[in-house]
């Protein structure tokens, strides 16, 4: 079995590793479940008669299964090391969406999702645990195009879903999407770095457990900093276009591809960068980036330059979140899944959280009064950036 301690080289790898492409291919592989089942939603509704309420509730079902399930795996992954958690985890989410499709009542729908959203948080922690883990082996930093796999394989399930819906219908679909996760999971699943924790690291339970430092906790105010905006444009985005700022249907949905679009390249690009300019430097450059992106989006006179605001934010925050995690997985003292579950726990908490509240907000002030302030919660970013030297730690 490959340890780390025993892997580590004094000079860092090639860029192309096996255990790099297993790491990958996980993170394809649960964006691509996750994609899927964004197109799988209005059928979801109205098989089981749930009003936009109901619907909501059920989606934030999701959220806490999430949330629950995230800081059980980080102590899990310290014990056992984030290979075994990923696989694990991984075998258990590829039928999800089969039993999602299965479920005929409410309860048993309510159920399904609530482990569909924690088994989904919980491979996300071990998979970051695992790049975390890579990039020490090879000595070289990966996370960001790792999050760029995600990205893309959220792409593919999103964009192919309704059409293979339409062409197959709901099951035929379901079981293509759940045999090509299978495929993916086997081919990664004898390439995924084998990380064991050190024979006493396990014993020694104050690593394992939730960490009273407060360094964790101040890296998962940066990673909810980051990822509110983010949450905010996924779900408000082309409604401030089409409510404010007069854009027509299909002109609306350009927002979030703008900024998908932007940040899946920058996050291929984004290793390359974080290797010459160090991870602070990076990341306020790129918290500079996505502050004028904001600033452009709620305060654009016009859809083309709105457009261009959700570009230049894609930009920006492509890297952030990725070089928050590696920071995390990184801290001084701590198993990489602990510091991973409470950091990766508290930024998908802005996801989930915020969008409700920003909801309740801009029926007062407006959407583009949002934008602009939500600048302000990535300015507080570059106010802790030098949190972010710890994600360096990586390569020593």
Known sequence: MDTISTTVAKTPLPILTKERAGVALLFLMNGFLIGAWAPKIPEFASRLNLSEKSLGLMILVFGLGSITLMPIAGSQIARFGSSRVSKFTAVLLTPMLLVLSLTGEIWSAAIAIFLFGGLFGAMDVAMNANAVATEKHMRRSIMSSCHAFWSLGGLIGSSTGGFLMQWLGVMPHVIVVTLIAAVMLAVAWPIVLQDAPHPDEHKDSAKSRLPR?????????????CMIPEGA???????????????????????????????AVMRFAGDIIRDRLGAVMTLRICGTIAILGLAMIGSAPSVPMAIAGFALAGIGISNMVPIVFSAAGNLPGMAAGVGL????????????VAPSVIGFVAAHTGLGVIFLALSGFLVVVLLLSRLARHADGAHH
């Not at 082309?238 to 350009?254: I, W």
Request: with cysteine; proline share 2%.
């Open 341 to 352: 579950s409470v950091v990766t726990t508290m930024g998908y908490s802005g996801i989930l």
């Open 233 to 263: 444009i996924l779900d408000w985005g082309a409604l401030y276009l089409r409510n404010e700022l007069g854009a027509t249907v299909a002109l609306s949905g350009f927002a979030f591809a703008g900024f998908s679009f932007t940040m």
């Open 213 to 225: 430092s407060v360094l964790p906790w101040l890296i998962g105010c940066v990673a909810l900093f």
